[in-house]
């Protein structure tokens, strides 16, 4: 089928489960943050279980195709992970430069780091358990995770530590994969933040996480969530650089940003997972908004390699909201297919 639909990853966590208003009040966190969870420890797990399963219907019933498990049990994309390995002082955050320039507790690497066990596989067990769609999963990447941490070893070179990183991600999706995925998104969103020190080394990480993985992998690469990060530019500081990257898939927004489209010209032989939905604001596209955004890549991408997808996570909309986008993304694809065949037919 052409244009199918997928989330990026995330999806709004119900308000009985996390206090999303202090979650929307500060940048995603990047050690834990228990404190924003409104149910007791011991209660925790099954309530996110719960939240998880109204995730998965919530996709379900707006048609879309490759669903993913909503990223309910996350504070952020990133933190679950990246506090899950050795070599990490939980105790003693550190601070490192958000995307917005502003200092933020961080992970403080003070030793060699290592995936002690699998992170995700008990999630994705869960979504395998709940859905006969496919499933897509997430996992952040290497470069973002070393940029998002005060490296105290490694003499403090965030390449050796993003290369560490890539080992660990590594054999995160191969567990993954083993279990069932049918792709895995590494989440690169600093490649975008920082393109220098990525062109230095991030590419070099980022296929180390992909060494000897014979999936469908994609690389999610973005501006950040609209409801934190409001300034789009109009294009990427680094995209063309993923030509050069094993994945199979790439990820990117174009409908906030009205990204031109000829850039993706760049990726050939990719799948594109093309962002149609613009997540800054509560307004719901109509289907001809959304085929129109699909239109402007097809001079790019050949349609068979294109994916529908909102811009980036929904995890900041109100639930009502991201329904109805999904259910526009849906319809705006089928229209896109509709009007795809009638121009082949002319």
């Keep these: 089928m052409l244009f199918p639909t997928t989330l990026v990853g995330s999806y709004p966590q119900p308000e009985w489960l996390i206090d999303r208003k202090r979650l929307a009040g500060r940048f995603p966190p990047r050690v834990r943050a228990r404190e924003l969870w409104k149910i007791p420890e011991a209660d ?16 379900e019933d707006a048609g ?19 506090t899950a390995l050795d070599g990490i002082d939980l105790e003693n955050p550190g601070t ?52 998002q941490a005060q490296i105290d070893f490694y003499g403090g070179s965030r390449q050796l530590a993003a290369m560490d990183y890539a080992i660990a991600v590594n054999e995160e999706i191969q567990d993954l994969f083993a279990a069932g995925a049918d792709i895995v998104q ?64 790439v990820s990117v927004e174009t ?11 760049t990726l050939q032989g990719k799948k594109i997972i093309l962002g149609v939905i613009d997540l800054s604001n509560e307004q719901i596209e109509t289907p001809e908004q959304v085929a129109a955004r699909i239109r402007r890549a097809l001079p790019y991408v050949d349609p068979v390699n294109l994916i529908a997808a909102p811009d980036c996570g929904m995890k900041y909309l109100p639930r009502d909201i991201a329904f109805a986008k999904m259910q526009a993304m849906v319809a705006g694809a089928q229209l896109a297919r509709t009007q795809l065949g009638r121009s082949a037919e002319s």
């Design 44 to 59: 925790l797990a099954e309530a996110q279980n719960d939240a998880t399963l109204v995730a998965i219907k919530a996709q």
């Design 64 to 82: 879309l195709d490759i669903i993913t498990d909503g990223e309910i049990r996350r504070e952020s994309y990133s933190n679950r992970f990246a």
């Design 96 to 147: 490192a430069l958000d995307r917005s320039g502003h200092p933020n507790p961080v992970p403080r690497v003070v030793g060699p780091i290592r995936r002690r066990h699998p992170v995700g596989l008990s999630d994705l067990e869960f979504l395998l358990g709940h859905t006969k769609r496919r499933v897509k999963v997430t996992v952040p990447g290497p470069f973002t995770m070393a940029q």
């Design 186 to 249: 590494i989440d690169e969103p600093y490649m975008q933040a920082r393109p220098a020190e990525a062109r230095s080394y991030g590419l070099q990480a980022l296929n180390r996480a992909l060494q000897g993985i014979s999936g469908q992998t994609a690389v999610h690469i973005c501006f950040g969530y609209a409801a934190i990060i409001h300034e789009r530019p109009s294009g990427y500081s680094f995209l063309s650089e993923l030509a050069d990257c094993s994945c199979r898939q």
């Design 255 to 265: 409908a906030q940003s009205s990204l031109d489209c000829a850039v993706l010209h």
